[in-house]
């Protein structure tokens, strides 16, 4: 992991306005108090399985996260649409307060047990770092002194239980100590982010009422590479494309063949090639239009610390891409990544033949200048303007396979769309406030992430700003087996959270 920089983020015109009395020392010593009995809390989070594909599992989150809500005093009721379950919860309004909305991702990406270093990825282990790597260590150890650079292992710990967590340990430290957060809290648990959270657009329009409020906070994302306390104040958007080259109707013996018919993998191989210059910029026409970064977002990007030769080391690269001029200005523009490949059989069971269809999947970020529908149909004409035809359906004709030496499929999907909020706004001042009242000047705020999150129906029907409370260390194999949260940064998210709510939003 990067090296964590003592930074000063300078920010002229910031004043407290403290809501209740607790010092940025009580709440770190609050917080330490508190941090035990929540990571065993935790630990039973975690032990419940949240594949979003499951109904069953989606209940049984459903249930502990209504359990815990309640216990706080929270009014919750389930509301759904497509068969599919979402949690809100609110408390009862002080006409005097600014409103909060809450928003938690509560399911993760699917496991494969096999890959992990674990017997079970919904049983938390508790390691320690020795001689670079990973050991575990019993869970008991917990019950000494807690070492901050011992991380937890499960699916969801740090994406996004971790940061669900923290907070409601947060609201339970203000319960026990009589404060009142100093806005009113409204609550939504997502339990399908992981699926592009399809019918959320759904509920916020048909319950606009419910969801009124004057910003939305995001407990979901991780932090900035160097592990400073971090606020995110946007996030871009996907689409999701297939591309399939197809060869001859059925795979082919090579020495038979070789020479005569063409494969397909060749097709593809051209095809992605033809799509990035050697320095990793789009090719495809107008691909970045649109997009204009600021003199006031560049000073935004500059104080925010980086240093690329650190960062190319950590992540074992000898040369960055060449998409703006800094891994922050990278974020600001579309991507579009090669996310797998599949031709025949590799490894112990390659086969000697050619294949008859090659197939790319393809993600594509998306920003706010760059809507997901244009991005769609520049990479498809793309395609076709590089000498295939697209066929309608699934596999081709007799008549197509005899009339187009290159034939391909394209099929596409929007999932979440990009959102940006002003750095200046009230919300986000009162966000600052919390972290500059408790870190002082050691945070940054990042204009933008590189990541997707289902905000678009907040910030477009409420007409809201969305700001996300990054939470977990930038090691944490997030969505890849081995998942991870640093013990450290589950306890600065507490007091993040803890300072947040001291603060008056005015």
Request: with cysteine.
């Amino acid at each position: 992991m990067l090296k964590k920089f003592c930074f000063l983020v300078l920010v002229a015109g910031l004043h407290f306005s403290v809501f209740a009395q607790l010092s940025p020392q009580d709440i770190k010593i609050e917080s330490e108090k508190g941090l035990r009995s929540s990571l065993q809390e935790f630990s039973e989070f975690l032990q419940i399985p949240n594949n979003g594909n499951d109904p069953k599992q989606i209940e049984e989150n459903l249930n502990w996260c209504q359990s815990q809500l309640e216990n706080l005093g929270y009014q919750t009721q389930v509301l759904s649409s497509g068969g599919i379950p979402h949690l809100f919860a609110q408390d009862i309004a002080n006409p005097a307060k600014k409103t909060v909305l809450v928003y938690m991702q509560i399911d993760g990406q699917p496991v494969d047990p096999s890959a992990w270093d674990q017997e079970n990825p919904y049983l938390p282990v508790l390691k320690e770092k020795i001689n670079g790597g990973f050991s575990e260590i019993p869970w008991e150890s917990l019950n000494g002194e807690i070492n901050p650079d011992w991380k937890i292992f499960a699916r969801s710990a740090s994406d996004s239980k971790g940061p669900a967590m923290a907070f409601l340990t947060a609201l339970k430290i203000l319960k026990e100590k009589g404060i009142e957060p100093s806005v009113n809290l409204k609550f939504i648990l997502d339990f399908q982010e992981e699926l592009s959270s399809p019918q959320l657009k759904t509920i916020v329009s048909e319950n606009l009422g419910l969801f009124h409020s004057d910003g939305v906070l995001i407990m979901d994302g991780t932090r900035h590479l160097s592990n400073l306390p971090n606020l995110s104040f946007g996030a871009r958007g996907i689409v999701t494309a297939t591309i399939k080259v197809f060869g001859a109707r059925n795979d082919l013996h090579s020495g038979q063949y070789g020479n005569y018919a063409p494969n397909p993998v060749f097709h593809l191989a051209r095809l992605i090639a033809a799509m990035k210059d050697e320095d990793g910029r789009v090719l495809i026409p107008g691909f970045y239009g649109g997009v204009a970064i600021s003199e006031v977002d560049q000073k935004a990007m500059a104080a925010v610390p980086e240093d690329p030769n650190t960062i190319n080391a950590d992540l074992g690269i000898a040369q960055n891409e060449k998409v703006g001029n800094s891994y922050q200005e990278s974020m600001q523009y579309p991507s579009l990544n090669i996310r797998g490949m599949r031709a025949a059989w590799v490894e112990e069971d390659v086969r000697t033949l050619i294949p008859s269809e090659a197939i790319a999947e393809i993600d594509m970020r998306i920003v706010k200048e760059t809507p997901a529908e244009r991005q769609a149909q520049m990479l498809k004409d793309f395609i076709e303007s590089q000498g295939f035809h697209l066929i309608a359906g699934t596999k081709p004709t007799e008549m197509e396979r005899r009339t187009y030496p290159k034939l391909a499929s394209f099929h596409y999907k929007i999932g979440s769309m990009a959102f940006r909020a002003d750095l200046e706004s009230d919300f986000g001042m009162w966000l600052e406030r919390g972290m500059q009242y408790v870190f002082d000047r050691f945070y940054v705020k990042t204009r933008q992430t590189g990541g997707s999150q289902p905000m678009a129906p907040f910030v477009n029907l409420l007409d809201v700003p969305a700001v996300s409370v990054r939470i977990p260390n930038p090691d944490n194999s997030i969505h890849a087996p081995n998942e991870n949260i640093r013990i450290g940064n589950y306890l600065e998210g507490i007091q993040t959270c803890l300072s947040i709510l001291l603060q008056e939003f005015e």
